[in-house]
DNA sequence: TAACATTGTAAACACGTGTTTACAGCCCGG
DNA sequence: CCGGGCTGTAAACACGTGTTTACAATGTTA
């Protein structure tokens, strides 16, 4: 085992003070003469000395850390929006002198996921932590937030009881779906339906409600059968799409989709069926996935800013961490509308 | 501050036994009876007892953690390589009960930075590292392995000096590269240029010395000015391209790029300079970007599992810490040839 | 049966830092 | 001139674990 080569007791025996003196330099204390401070900082700086971390924390400091905790069913790796949000964090809190703890979780069921998580806030290797893919009221979170950790969470509900440590990052789903409704009446579709994404999350119901409320402002009917469940992944998309050929006779003249990925797999989908889009069938996405831009059909999708969201939800959060103390925060980006190719008017 | 509610005081007053057997049940140490090691099991699982971290490390053992540092120069969540490359370290590291620390560079000549670096080492947040994107010899790499950390790095020479503690993660690009300029052999190419990436990484020089050779074996002239310096970036695709427009009058048929994103920047320059690809260049790219599959053309490229090198190099860093004295590692992938739509043959 | 090896446990120490307590030296006002 | 507040330092303690040492109880051999 290596042992550090320095500690506070070497520092001060050189500088011919006490422990306890250098411990006041390090921490800007106040009593402590301005010669006395120089000349140990002096010695710190000639011997690169730096505390020990473990012992840092042993005596009760934090450990600048925020665990970065990512819920996917599937391979992480495949999924390039989670890379996107994963590095967004890492990014931002580096720049804020924090680390960051990242581990991958599969199944909030697994104990031995869970158990790796709740040791990372009760081994204190963290000082508070951020979930990206958790469902609503997952227990873990819920019991975190209890034990009063600072968590950050995206894509969630903020429920009544408003403790001042939870922290939550959602989108202004109902605007973006305004906006993407008002582009496709603009266009004179009267007739559009949705593939939902899952209703567990709240991004989910948040566009499925306000899908509902954008068509009703602008005075149009929902016809049932083309409101159609799924899932934010691109296979779900290509199976809602395909049970909807299947089942209706009558198709709508656009279709909303949860996301970009799942926009791609419905409409692949639409292509295997010799439907062409945007010819037969307009389609507008979310969240500006990198590839929409270069598919074929570009992509016509509501763009959101996950670099800012990530950036201010760290924020929050170290804040919180810092002595910051408040209510619970909800932030919310702004959505727009990117026009590309995969939308067409009515009637050419 | 919150106090950690049990320690292994409390376990011993629980089972009836002194501390230091909790200690030996938990290290799973010989000399202690089944009975005595069941009981306090029992109470440590009753009160899902977990010992501290900190106090841990102080005492002498690892963290479990290994540190991955991305060093960037741009901004990281932009490159959607680094981010895979990323991921795969964290989800293999996981599944081996590790946690992971990721830390962005922006500059290795930066304080603060090597700072940072320097820290997660010496205050043992870390046991070992993992760097990605370093250029060769970088001094604080070399420093960390003179300490005796168990560091893994990608695409770096193998010096001759081999220390156990350095792993080294390459991919054989000379076999890449003759795999490239044989199917344009086949397909008629005799008059192919190659656009180089950095030169001060491991994959720049290989890949220019594997294109030399592989020109060789196949009877193949090099023509000097079709050889232009890059950098692992699209717009160095895009300039190089239009320099070697803007220079020279006579053009290769067939382009090699350093990677897709060199690929995708190039093959932009000859469309806006009137060239079509493949009709009047075929261009070959490196690395199976997450768009080469999608783009126009689609892209024939030489593929590489990155998530399989990366897998194997947190294995052995992990392995290292774990342990395994040995000698110097330098992991090889295989290459191979996906053909997509950019290559021609020659003569329709 | 006595000397000795073996086994299991308890107590003490080490790790390095932050904080609390005790105290020495100083200045100032009564 | 003396007592009390103030300032700065030293020593002791707490944090929780791993390891070492000392020792008691038990089993074994001459």
Redesign the interface.
Same mark, same amino acid.
């Given at each position: 085992?290596?042992k550090?080569e320095i500690n506070s007791v070497e520092i001060a025996r050189l500088a011919g003070v006490s422990r306890s003196t250098v411990s006041r330099v390090i921490n800007n204390y106040a009593n402590v003469p301005p010669e006395t401070r120089r000349k140990v900082m002096e010695v710190i700086d000639a011997y690169n000395y #730096?505390?020990?971390? =473990?012992?840092q924390?042993?005596a009760?400091k934090g450990t600048r850390?925020i665990g970065l905790f990512?819920i996917e069913a599937g391979?992480?790796?495949g999924d390039?929006l989670?890379?996107?949000l994963?590095?967004?964090v #890492?990014?931002h809190a =580096?720049a804020r002198?924090y680390?960051?703890?990242?581990?991958?979780i599969r199944n909030t069921s697994d104990a031995d996921n869970v158990r790796?998580v709740?040791?990372?806030f009760?081994?204190?290797?963290v000082d508070g932590g951020i979930f990206i893919g958790a469902a609503n009221e997952e227990p873990l979170i819920e019991e975190l937030i209890g034990?009063?950790f600072a968590i950050g969470v995206v894509d969630q509900h903020l429920p009544d009881r408003n403790e001042g440590n939870r922290i939550v990052a959602n989108f202004d789903n109902a605007y973006g779906m305004s906006l993407a409704v008002g582009y496709l009446s603009e266009l004179g579709h009267r007739d559009i339906g949705i593939v939902n994404g899952d209703m567990n999350r709240y991004s989910g119901v948040d566009k499925y409600n306000g899908f509902l409320d954008a068509m009703r402002e602008h005075g149009l009917a929902v016809h049932e059968p083309w409101v159609r469940p799924g899932s934010f992944h691109e296979e779900a998309g290509y199976q809602s799409a395909r049970k909807l050929l299947e089942e209706e006779k009558r198709l709508p003249t656009a279709m909303i989709m949860a996301n970009d990925s799942v926009a791609f797999g419905a409409i692949r989908a639409f292509q295997e069926a010799g439907l062409s889009v945007p010819a037969d069938m307009s389609v507008i996405g979310f969240d500006d996935h990198?590839?929409s831009a270069?598919?074929?059909p570009a992509l016509t999708t509501v763009a959101i800013d996950f670099?800012e969201m990530m950036s201010s939800l760290t924020d929050y959060v170290i804040g919180h961490i810092e002595g910051a103390e408040g209510t619970a925060i909800r932030y919310m980006s702004r959505s727009k509308l990117i026009r590309r190719e995969s939308c067409r008017p009515i009637g050419q």
């Open positions: 085992m290596k550090t #730096v505390p020990n971390l =473990s012992a924390v042993l009760g850390t990512v391979r992480v790796s390039m989670t890379n996107l994963l590095a967004s #890492v990014e =580096s002198g680390y960051v703890l990242t581990y991958i790796g709740k040791d990372a009760y081994q204190r290797r034990e009063g990198a590839l270069r598919y074929k670099g």
